[in-house]
């Protein structure tokens, strides 16, 4: 069954037990914007109790805040109790949730006139603030006082700059006075909470907006720990209609990588500010690393190499980077081919995807040789760190196209190695 079919059931089903329920938050919004659902909320004022009560499949997901998920016809539904927030103590979090009987009550402790709005199962609308009006206005703006409701919960601010990229709304000119006076107070929000709206909105439909958001209240610069990016420097990526644009590459590695390359954060900086915004360690080496490969062809500008050796310089690269990272920068390259200038991108652009497909190598275990075969080489036929750095050059000879991928051959240019080895041993 559909999941708003389903989901009109479960309103049904409350119903008719004598409960009050309705869509309420995403759905409502990206509904009437006629936007993709990717999963609908409900608001009751049936109890945690009473809800798992009334149906026979359920998951008590956040009993402590009033949500129980309900299964219906195989999907799940957060069906969350009509409540207010009494008191903020820390800008993050009520000190206590109270259920309420009223759904108004409850639209009303959300934070943007968008986000509080309920539709009942015929899809008819209850907006006690005015937020389909600011949907046709393109306008973001709290509910209620703004000052108050971004003390309440600092991360507002941040889902503020979000709604506002992703949707193309104008931050209302209160709600953003207030965030400015505010920012201060993103100190008290958790870092991985920082990040996972960051993602959102570098991953997003407009980030350049969200940026220039970020960049105009300095709000990064107030996190718990030094995560503030100079977006100063990289004012060419938000400013309109740049050929610089974040906007215009799908991956949002990349949309990172360009951010820092921008703004001028450099591999060790770049890492520890990425670890210290809760990135995985896969995730930060996979930014550093496309961020490091875009600073290496940049730096072949000025090396005055022929044909021959760039053809050489990028395979050994490529290699050194793997085929993922490599194949996003020359994406890259062609994506933002007004900025990406110079003889080198263009050769790039021209020859680079045939040069990768020439690579017959990309590890060790595609190499025609194997360590074994070289500690036979060795005089004292035993393994050690030699091995290691002798089988990684003959990898980086292959990638590069200096010797074919041929055991003959490979173990030719081994002894060779090894010789000159021993006689630098014997001099001494
Ligand atoms: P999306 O899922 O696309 O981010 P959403 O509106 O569904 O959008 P959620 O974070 O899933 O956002 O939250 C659901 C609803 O809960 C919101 O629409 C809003 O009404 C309310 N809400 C969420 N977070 C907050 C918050 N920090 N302060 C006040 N209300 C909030
Ligand atoms: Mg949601």
């Not at 109790?49 to 949500?67: N, R």
Request: glycine fraction near 6%.
């Amino acid at each position: 069954m559909q999941m708003i079919e389903a989901a009109r059931e479960v309103l049904r089903q409350l119903s008719l037990k004598g409960f009050q329920a309705y869509f309420v938050g995403g759905f409502v919004r990206d509904r009437l914007l006629g936007r993709n659902i990717k999963d609908i909320d409900i608001a009751t004022s049936a109890t945690p109790a009473e809800v798992m009560s009334v149906f026979p499949k359920f998951v008590p997901t956040g009993l402590q805040h009033g949500t129980v998920t309900v299964i219906q016809d195989g999907h799940p539904f957060e069906v969350t109790t009509y409540r207010s927030e009494a008191e903020y103590t820390d800008y993050r979090r009520p000190s206590s949730v109270s259920f309420v009987q009223d759904v108004t009550e409850d639209l009303k402790r959300r934070d943007f006139t968008i986000n509080a709005m309920a539709m009942t199962s015929d899809f008819e609308l209850v907006d006690p603030f005015g937020g389909q009006a600011d949907l046709r206005d393109k306008l973001l703006r709290c509910v209620g006082d703004p000052g108050e409701r971004f003390r309440e919960d600092a991360l507002r601010m941040l889902r503020c700059i979000r709604f506002s990229a992703e949707y193309g709304l104008r931050v209302h000119t209160d709600t953003w006075k207030a965030l400015r006076d505010q920012a201060s107070l993103l100190q008290h929000i958790a870092l991985e909470r920082v990040r996972a709206e960051l993602e959102r909105m570098i991953g997003g439909a407009k980030p350049s907006q969200a940026l220039r958001l970020l960049y105009e209240s300095n709000l990064l610069h107030f996190a718990k720990k030094p995560v503030a990016i100079p977006l100063s420097r990289a004012e060419k990526l938000f400013a309109e209609e740049s050929a610089y644009s974040i906007d215009r590459m799908d991956d949002p590695l990349l949309r990172w990588a360009w951010l820092f390359v921008h703004s001028g954060v450099r591999t060790e900086q770049l890492r520890s500010l990425l670890l210290r915004l809760t990135f995985s360690k896969a995730v930060t080496k996979s930014i550093v690393e496309r961020v490091d490969l875009i600073d290496t062809v940049d730096s072949w500008e000025d090396q005055q190499l022929t044909a021959a050796q760039l053809s050489e310089r990028f395979k050994e690269t490529s290699l050194r980077f793997g085929l993922e990272t490599t194949e996003a920068i020359l994406k890259l390259a062609f994506t933002y081919e007004a900025c990406l200038t110079g003889k080198v991108w263009e050769q790039l652009r021209i020859q680079g995807q045939s040069w990768i497909a020439e690579i017959p190598v990309w590890g060790l275990k595609d190499l025609d040789i194997k360590g074994n075969d070289l500690q036979e080489l060795l005089p004292n036929k035993q393994a050690g760190p030699f091995i290691g750095l002798l089988l990684d050059r003959l990898l980086a000879d292959t990638a590069a196209g200096r010797v074919p991928n041929e055991r003959d051959t490979l173990l030719e240019r081994a002894r060779d190695a090894v010789e000159q080895l021993v006689e630098r041993g014997t001099q001494g």
